[in-house]
């Protein structure tokens, strides 16, 4: 206890948490059913310290199950941030609780902080408690979650006729003061019986992982085809309830609501979880982690190995929530470690995982308004749409990075930018029409507004391309991304700096082929070898070309140096192994090779969780990746 220890007598202390009530919104532990939640006191008498475990965790107050982000009119696409302003105290958080919050800190306050998120934390006192009663199925003690030294305000330990009471901030100090009355400072003996207090809490917990906590990352490495996950994932429910529970899970989902004018709405945001099969369901609707046991599994290693390779800390605090949720009982993370550590032996595959360097998203909650310039129909189910920012003269950004289009009412979709860097606010995107969103853009007309948030991700550094042949394979609309880098390679200015250029390109017909003009232009540049190809031609359509899949071109050109040649390869999720395969077999190395990977990108700033694939967020540490970084990934060509 290095903090300023005081100690208030039981009757000054309720009369402390009654001057609470009066001055602010005061939420503490209460009774309910039997069981124990968070919730507003209307006097002190309500409050129990003496609570094994709540419900749901403080975290709801921080990250609300269901909270209003913007509020927006839909004809105009003008949009208002929301917040909370209420000055709020929250008393009896346990120290495993606090953990979980500061692990929840480094998350959404990290780089660009949340601006709803910070904005609670900031107007929060926490008023943590020692734990007096310990639940059947916690095991905090086994993850050293049992006390903690920092995190709170004030720190209550109930020793019955009195409260002992820890500062732990100058805030803390400064509310004991002005709402508390007879403060004493703690004698010798207070502070003995506190420390024997918590000396003597892990003797009682009756669950206890078998390992530490520091080797469970790498017990997860080794275990990843274990048999363990599917035997348990077949009693699975499919609920999502252990990650609704769960202190330390913070995905969410984002849709719009609108009112039942259809003029103005809310942007909202609730929490999701990654055990629901539709969670990585994507708007041309491939779902990645299909199988049941996949997701299962990437509950405990998101927990276990991934959370704590990219922030060094275990992502669960042992509070035994999951466990007591769970109707099946098979979220337990206790016994699932401790079965996978007594049969590691079983495992038939192993997990080569480190982490990637990914890139800080510097984008708001609210869209920057734009409006739509100019309308070019491509295909039958592509448009291209010129963009021009309102709130800037400049855009700034990398080739293969994308943006999140906003269309208020309606929601936001990730869609990669098309056209080259060029310095102004303006930039070119190509949408299918495939969800909601793209939908309602290919019923848009030029002028109307519409919001973006970006650029976002991690797009081509064209310094690592320079003085390199370059080989671009597309399949369908993954030329769209493409077409940035190779319009900005093949500028006047670029090219020079670029040895020989190779474009393989297909479509499924060759009504669904883009940018044939441009390539036409593109093959008049020096030193530029163009193939393409469609997998059928209808009868009656004219094609000059290839027909076969895309991995066909391969036979007509001849890499003149394999070596010193980069691919860069887009296209559906069935297509990579197979283009890879033919580039690894013409002796592109590895570190030489680039992809660009779709997921479910819903927030773009790597915190909703819907686009994870391992260890990885596509929209941080991506979408554009080298493949010797991923190419050893179970989930990263499904």
Request: glycine residues 8%.
């Amino acid at each position: 206890m290095d903090g300023e220890i005081c100690r208030l007598e039981k009757d000054d202390f309720l009369a402390f948490v009654d001057n609470l009530i009066n001055g602010f919104e005061t939420i503490g532990v209460k009774e309910k059913r039997g069981r124990f939640v968070f919730s507003h006191l209307e006097s002190a008498a309500e409050l129990r310290l003496d609570h094994d475990v709540t419900i749901l965790p403080p975290k709801k107050n921080f990250l609300p199950p269901y909270e209003k982000m913007i509020k927006f009119n839909v004809g105009e696409q003008k949009g208002e941030l929301l917040g909370d302003n209420t000055k709020r105290v929250i008393i009896g958080v346990h120290p495993y609780d606090i953990v979980a919050l500061k692990q929840m800190d480094m998350v959404y306050m990290e780089g660009r902080p949340d601006e709803l998120y910070k904005q609670r934390r900031e107007n929060t006192i926490i008023i943590g408690s020692d734990i007096l009663r310990v639940n059947d199925f916690s095991f905090a003690s086994s993850l050293g979650t049992h006390v903690v030294e920092d995190g709170f305000d004030l720190m209550l330990t109930d020793l019955g006729k009195k409260v002992i009471i820890e500062i732990g901030s100058e805030r803390g100090r400064e509310i004991l003061m002005d709402y508390a009355r007879n403060i004493k400072e703690a004698s010798d003996q207070d502070i003995k019986d506190v420390e024997n207090h918590r000396k003597a809490l892990p003797d009682r917990y009756k669950v206890k992982l078998d390992i530490e906590k520091d080797q469970i990352p790498f017990l997860l490495m080794d275990v990843f085809e274990h048999p363990l996950w599917e035997e348990e994932s077949k009693k699975c429910l499919q609920c999502g309830s252990c990650t609704l529970v769960c202190p330390t899970c913070y995905c969410y989902d984002i849709r719009d609501e609108i009112s039942l004018t259809l003029e103005d709405g809310e942007r909202i945001r609730t929490w999701d979880s990654c055990l629901l099969p539709d969670f990585t369901k994507i708007a041309s609707g491939e779902i990645f982690r299909k199988d049941k046991s996949e997701r299962y599994r990437h509950r405990f290693y998101r927990k276990g190995l991934y959370i704590p390779m990219r922030y060094n800390f275990i992502a669960c605090v042992g509070c035994g929530r999951c466990i007591m949720a769970c109707i099946p009982k098979i979220a337990d993370p206790a016994k699932v470690f401790n079965t996978l550590s007594r049969r590691k032996h079983e495992s038939k595959g192993k997990l080569v995982y480190k982490m990637i360097e990914g890139v800080e998203a510097d984008s708001r909650i609210l869209p920057e308004p734009a409006v739509i310039r100019r309308i070019e129909p491509l295909t039958e189910n592509e448009k291209l749409f010129e963009i021009e920012l309102l709130s800037r003269d400049s855009f700034h950004f990398e080739p293969g990075q994308f943006v999140e289009v906003s269309v208020f009412g309606v929601g936001e979709a990730p869609i990669s930018i098309s056209s080259p860097p060029s310095g102004d606010n303006r930039f070119e995107l190509v949408i299918r029409k495939v969800g909601n969103l793209t939908n309602r853009m290919h019923s848009m007309k030029e002028g109307e507004k519409l919001g973006i948030r970006g650029p976002l991700g991690k797009g081509f550094r064209v310094e690592d391309l320079e003085g390199k042949d370059l080989l671009f394979v597309a399949g369908g609309i993954g030329i769209v991304p493409l077409r940035s880098l190779i319009k900005h390679v093949l500028s006047k200015d670029n090219r020079p700096r670029f040895g020989k250029i190779y474009i393989l390109y297909g479509a499924r017909t060759p009504k669904d082929m883009l940018f044939m003009d441009e390539m036409e232009k593109w093959k008049e540049v020096d030193d530029v070898e163009i193939r393409l190809s469609v997998d059928t031609c209808p009868e009656g359509m004219k094609w000059n070309h290839s027909v076969g899949v895309v991995t066909t071109l391969f036979n007509e050109i001849e890499i003149q140096n394999p070596k010193e040649t980069v691919s860069l390869v887009v296209g559906p999720p069935v297509m990579y192994k197979f283009v890879i395969k033919c580039l690894e077999d013409a002796g592109i190395k590895d570190t030489n090779i680039f992809v660009s990977l779709e997921r479910r990108m819903k927030c773009g700033l790597g915190r909703c969780g819907h686009c994870q694939i391992n260890g990885i967020y596509v929209c941080r540490e991506g979408p554009v990746f080298r493949y010797s970084d991923i190419k050893n990934l179970p989930e990263v060509f499904q």
